[in-house]
């Protein structure tokens, strides 16, 4: 059984930081090609990030190009979305979702559906 437990986020003022966990069990992350993914309400869902699968090269949207870093601990098979210079537009429940193998591209940020797995979401909200 695959599950995707997000955790982190919380309430932050503009211009803090938080860090996202992204807990895989039932897969091992380093054959995953894993992606953050968030929605805000009202809004279609963004495609945030993603690490590909083996050394694990990275993939960020251009809204959060510079602020946001992606990385992944294979032995805790954990996905981690450290979140700098958070601006009240970040404000959004923000998801993990999985895909075998894979390097990291735009295509994975384009096609949330099209992951095999997805977690619950974790809420982050930035005040102005």
């Known amino acids: 059984d695959v599950q995707l437990q997000a955790s982190g986020g919380g309430l932050v003022q503009a211009g803090g930081s938080l860090r996202l966990s992204c807990a895989a069990s039932?897969?091992?992350?380093?054959?995953?090609?894993i992606g953050w993914y968030r929605q805000a309400p009202g809004k279609e869902r963004e495609g945030v990030s993603c690490?590909?699968?083996?050394?694990?090269?990275?993939y960020y949207a251009d809204s959060v190009k510079g602020r946001f870093t992606i990385s992944k601990d294979n032995a805790k098979n954990t996905v981690y979305l450290q979140m700098n210079s958070l601006k009240p537009e970040d404000t959004a429940v923000y998801y993990c979702?999985?895909?075998?193998?894979?390097?990291?591209?735009?295509?994975?940020?384009?096609?949330?559906?099209?992951?095999?797995?997805r977690g619950k979401g974790t809420q982050v909200t930035v005040s102005s």
């Open positions: 039932g897969i091992a992350i380093d054959a995953w090609t």
């Open positions: 979702a999985a895909d075998p193998w894979g390097l990291a591209s735009s295509d994975y940020m384009s096609d949330p559906d099209g992951m095999d797995y």
């Open positions: 690490i590909g699968s083996g050394h694990g090269n990275t």
